[in-house]
């Protein structure tokens, strides 16, 4: 940090992204017109603590959505444009193609903020008529022509994070979508412990204070080791006789990683595991949210076994790594480059694939203990307000990656000005 401070053009970029996250922050704190402040400040206090799913959408929203600010909707349109986009990507031959040129991917990244303006259009509307059906705490917390002015306000917040997202992509660090959603979780996370203080005294806090690091620390370590990990397949490179040497060979390594996508599919199975939950408060004639699947117990072993499961699955189910091994195969070829033991061509690829599913055989397992390990933890120490566990995984899933790719980027800018003056003309320029 005192050599980002120190160097003028990363300072600025550094508080350039300081001020964009200000501005965000400040937009999910303005109400929308239309919107009883008191009244909605109220009712999602006493939600955020008696029921833990509107605990959750307080997180998760960076406690816009239960307020109906003006960004209440959060980053949710853009992460859904952005999934719907790659969809359509794989799919379309003419959205492959711009994909593949430079200037191609510009233009769908311009979709991409057009199909999230529209989606927060089509969310803005149903947070806003569900407000006014009741479906939200506190009942009937808008006033006037409530509806409307909620949902349009909503919907122009959906372009301001739009252009904030431009702007930290331009001339911020970072990337701009993950660096927001993990602003907002950090800032409502530890509302959600002091509410543990309210509901269940000081000793439940103090227990939760302590379990809620422990366990972050040793899921973070477990990621670590998953991540970094690797097993290198050794490959030698033929060299041509030089003068009357005897030929020798080169040996290199593939790199088969264990894990490369941090607490995705935990992230996954718990917002499978919720999404009755979230219907049953916001869809019209939902039914009451006091059911085993509308009412989870994030405490409740029937809970915890269901979590476990899910992850297993979703990440089994999930491609085993970024490893091609048909192309990996045929490049050895093309390159004559063998494994040692191994005929080159289908041979190769077969055997590749082999370590490849071998070495990722206990991931999910992992994955799963992982997911489970928060609150099985606060459910021992006697917390009943286990979703603060699924608050640390929440936490851990949008921090993890989010500070790797800043911290990367942040080093490699100050490394590249720290050598520029040794660097040519045409590089420095480039």
């Given at each position: 940090?005192?050599?980002?401070?120190?160097?003028?053009?990363?300072r600025?970029?550094?508080?350039?992204?300081a001020?964009?996250?200000?501005?965000?922050?400040?937009?999910?704190?303005?109400?929308?017109?239309?919107a009883?402040?008191?009244a909605?400040?109220?009712?999602?206090?006493a939600?955020?603590?008696?029921?833990?799913?509107?605990?959750?959408?307080?997180l998760?929203t960076g406690?816009?959505?239960?307020?109906?600010?003006?960004?209440?909707?959060?980053?949710?349109?853009?992460?859904?444009?952005?999934v719907?986009?790659?969809?359509?990507?794989?799919?379309?031959?003419?959205?492959?193609?711009?994909?593949?040129?430079?200037?191609?991917?510009?233009?769908?990244?311009?979709?991409?903020?057009?199909?999230?303006?529209?989606?927060?259009?089509?969310?803005?509307?149903?947070?806003?008529?569900?407000?006014?059906?009741?479906?939200?705490?506190?009942?009937?917390?808008?006033?006037?022509?409530?509806?409307?002015?909620?949902?349009?306000?909503m919907?122009?917040?959906?372009?301001?994070?739009?252009?904030?997202?431009?702007?930290?992509?331009?001339?911020?660090?970072?990337?701009?979508?993950a660096?927001?959603?993990?602003?907002?979780?950090?800032?409502?996370?530890?509302?959600?412990?002091?509410?543990?203080?309210?509901?269940e005294?000081?000793?439940?806090?103090?227990?939760?204070?302590?379990?809620?690091?422990?366990?972050?620390?040793?899921?973070?370590?477990?990621?670590?080791?998953?991540?970094?990990?690797e097993?290198?397949?050794p490959?030698?490179?033929?060299?041509?006789?030089?003068?009357?040497?005897?030929?020798?060979?080169?040996?290199?390594?593939?790199?088969?990683?264990?894990?490369?996508?941090?607490?995705?599919?935990?992230?996954?199975a718990?917002?499978?595991?919720h999404?009755?939950?979230?219907?049953?408060?916001?869809?019209?004639?939902?039914?009451l949210?006091?059911?085993?699947?509308?009412?989870?117990?994030h405490?409740?072993a029937?809970?915890?076994?269901?979590?476990?499961?899910?992850?297993?699955?979703?990440?089994?189910?999930?491609?085993?790594?970024?490893l091609?091994?048909?192309?990996?195969?045929n490049?050895?070829?093309?390159?004559?480059?063998?494994?040692?033991?191994?005929?080159?061509?289908?041979?190769?690829a077969?055997y590749?694939?082999?370590?490849?599913?071998?070495?990722?055989?206990?991931?999910?397992?992992?994955?799963?203990?992982?997911?489970?390990?928060?609150?099985?933890?606060?459910?021992?120490a006697?917390?009943?307000?286990?979703?603060?566990?699924?608050?640390?995984?929440?936490?851990?899933?949008?921090?993890?990656?989010?500070?790797?790719?800043?911290?990367?980027?942040?080093?490699?800018e100050?490394?590249?000005?720290?050598?520029?003056?040794?660097?040519p003309?045409?590089?420095?320029?480039?």
């Amino acid at each position: 940090m005192r050599a980002l401070l120190r160097t003028p053009g990363l300072r600025a970029k550094l508080l350039f992204t300081a001020l964009a996250v200000l501005l965000y922050r400040l937009g999910q704190n303005l109400p929308s017109p239309g919107a009883d402040v008191a009244a909605l400040r109220d009712a999602a206090a006493a939600a955020a603590r008696d029921d833990p799913m509107y605990a959750l959408l307080d997180l998760l929203t960076g406690g816009g959505l239960p307020h109906l600010s003006v960004l209440g909707l959060g980053v949710f349109p853009h992460v859904a444009a952005a999934v719907a986009m790659g969809l359509l990507t794989g799919a379309v031959p003419r959205l492959r193609a711009l994909a593949a040129d430079p200037d191609g991917a510009v233009r769908i990244g311009r979709y991409v903020d057009v199909l999230a303006v529209a989606l927060g259009a089509a969310m803005g509307t149903a947070v806003a008529f569900a407000a006014a059906r009741g479906r939200l705490p506190g009942g009937d917390v808008l006033t006037g022509a409530g509806p409307v002015a909620v949902a349009a306000s909503m919907t122009a917040g959906t372009a301001i994070t739009a252009w904030l997202l431009g702007l930290i992509a331009a001339r911020g660090f970072g990337h701009g979508l993950a660096l927001l959603f993990f602003t907002q979780v950090c800032a409502v996370f530890p509302r959600l412990l002091a509410d543990v203080r309210e509901t269940e005294g000081t000793g439940a806090f103090a227990a939760a204070l302590a379990v809620a690091p422990l366990t972050a620390l040793l899921a973070v370590a477990a990621l670590i080791v998953l991540t970094q990990a690797e097993r290198r397949v050794p490959v030698q490179y033929a060299r041509r006789m030089v003068g009357v040497r005897a030929p020798r060979s080169e040996t290199v390594y593939i790199p088969v990683h264990l894990h490369r996508t941090g607490l995705r599919a935990v992230l996954i199975a718990l917002a499978l595991l919720h999404l009755p939950a979230l219907a049953a408060r916001l869809w019209p004639g939902g039914g009451l949210p006091d059911g085993l699947w509308t009412a989870p117990k994030h405490g409740s072993a029937w809970f915890m076994l269901a979590l476990f499961a899910v992850a297993v699955l979703v990440k089994a189910a999930s491609p085993l790594g970024a490893l091609d091994v048909d192309g990996t195969a045929n490049r050895l070829t093309r390159e004559g480059a063998f494994v040692p033991g191994i005929r080159p061509g289908r041979p190769t690829a077969e055997y590749l694939a082999y370590v490849r599913t071998r070495v990722g055989f206990a991931t999910p397992f992992v994955l799963g203990t992982l997911a489970v390990l928060p609150h099985a933890a606060l459910a021992l120490a006697g917390v009943r307000a286990t979703h603060v566990g699924t608050s640390v995984l929440i936490l851990l899933g949008a921090g993890l990656g989010t500070a790797t790719r800043t911290t990367r980027q942040a080093v490699l800018e100050q490394k590249m000005h720290e050598y520029a003056p040794y660097l040519p003309t045409s590089s420095r320029k480039n």
